[in-house]
Structures are given as C-alpha cells and as structure tokens.
C-alpha cells in the first residue's frame, strides 16, 4: 500500500516542535501525499498564548502545494471525566481533532476501566475527535475490547502512531499494546489510521515502523486508512456529521 496521508503532524504552534505549517506541507508534497492534518497541541493549562492561534484558521488555505491541509488539534484528554483542553469557541475551528493521554496533563495511576471511560467520554462530549491518538503508552492502560468497539460506535479512527513504535519513544510497552489493539481491530471490522507525529520536516509521512508491525501481524490492508485519503475524508465526515 501507498501511504497517501499523514493524520498527526506538530508544526512551531505547539512550542516543542520546529517547522513551519509551510515546510512541513512542503515535505508531504515531496512524500507525494496527498493530505496533512496539522495538528497542533493545544495548550494544556495555558491557554491564552494559544487562543489567537485556533481562532484564525479561517486565513490557511485548504490545499498548499497540491496537497490537501486539515487543521485540527491534538487535544489532551487532561481527567478521568475526558475533559479536554480547548472550549467550545475554539473546537468550533477546527476540521478535525486527535485526543491523546499526554503525562504533563493526564494523571497517571488510573487503571484501564478509569483510562478507557476517559477517552470514552472525550469522544462523546467532543463531537470533533475524529482520532483517538498513540492509544498505546502502557503509562495509561486501556481496555481494548471496549476501547475498539466504543471508537467503532462512534465513527471514531484508531491511530497506529508511527512514533510510539520507534526504538526512541519514550513510550511503555507500545507495540505489545499495539498488537493487541490491532487483534481487536481486525475481528470487529474498526479501522485504524497511521499517524507520524512528526515533530520536524523529516518525520513528515513516516510510517516505516507502523507497517512493519501492521505487515508482521497481517493486518487487513482494508482496515488501514492512509491508502485512501476520500475513505479518510469520509470516515472523518461520519463522524462530525454526526455532531454530538
Ligand atoms: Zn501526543
């Protein structure tokens, strides 16, 4: 399969990554990829800095470079109620929207039923989360079998973050936490998007770690989202279009 879109990409905006949204489009259309979603950290607990910035989406073209742009957010699920970190006002903005337990927001400690019901919550009081992002950091266990069915309900992708799989992620028991999501995947028909998580140009449309486990495991080629940037656009439309 050719990977034709990137569904997780951090630009200057969220303070610890070091491109521009124009050089990292810039590498997706040297990748030949034909979508980005930009997807910026919101801002945890400081929010005025960041306002301005998820207020004035209006002004970045749709498409730059030939290549199709979503400017969405990577919000940080920051309690076992799912609370995230952006109001209302600002989600409004946004095309799309990734929701990942990050340890500078969440608490740690919870067990997998207090983690799933969090993203379980998440989805259902923020209706843009089109992404539950690296669902896989053994810091916050989760309950698979309902993880998968609750984001399949909801029109929800799971992401298989390309990042989380390499050697120098400082995430716990990934690709162990990976494969089981996967198993689960498969035998309830959710599909999953691979997400870079690039924090800089060269990281843009990685993925090399992510199919290496989706081929060892014989992952559906159907089931994996990033081959098919109109079934991407569509599952993505099911799930705002449901608006709640
Ligand atoms: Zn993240």
């Keep these: 399969m050719k990977f034709l879109l990137d569904s997780h990409t951090h630009t200057l905006a969220s303070g610890h990554a070091y491109c521009t949204l124009l050089e990292m489009v810039r590498a997706a259309a040297e990748r030949e990829l034909e979508l980005i979603c930009i997807t910026d950290h919101a801002p945890g607990m400081e929010l005025t800095t960041h306002r301005d910035y998820f207020l004035n989406f209006k002004v970045i ?9 979503l400017m969405g957010a990577e919000l940080n699920v920051m309690d076992f109620d799912g609370t995230v970190d952006l109001p209302p006002k600002l989600l409004n903005n946004l095309d799309m929207a990734v929701a990942s337990q990050h340890i500078w927001c969440m608490p740690q400690g919870g067990d ?4 799933t019901q969090a993203m379980v919550r998440a989805m259902d009081t923020c209706p843009k989360i089109c992404i539950l992002g690296h669902p896989d ?3 916050y266990p989760l309950d698979y079998e309902a993880l998968v069915r609750s984001a399949g309900e909801r029109d929800v ?23 089981e999501m996967l198993s689960v995947c498969r035998r309830e028909g959710v599909p999953v998007v691979v997400g870079s998580d690039a924090h800089f140009v060269s990281a843009v449309g990685g ?11 014989g992952f559906p080629a159907e089931l994996v989202l990033n081959g ?17």
Excluded: M, W
Aim: aromatic fraction near 4%.
């Design 61 to 69: 073209d749709r498409e730059i470079y030939g290549v199709k742009v």
């Design 112 to 115: 997998a039923d207090a983690n």
């Design 228 to 244: 098919d940037p109109a079934a991407f656009l569509a599952h993505l439309e099911r799930r705002l279009g449901r608006g709640s």
């Design 207 to 217: 993925h090399q770690y992510a199919q290496a486990l989706l081929e060892e495991v």
């Design 157 to 179: 992708l799971l992401e298989v973050n390309n990042t989380s799989l390499s050697p120098a992620c400082s995430r716990v028991n990934s690709t162990a936490n990976v494969k």
């Design 137 to 139: 950091d053994g810091r």
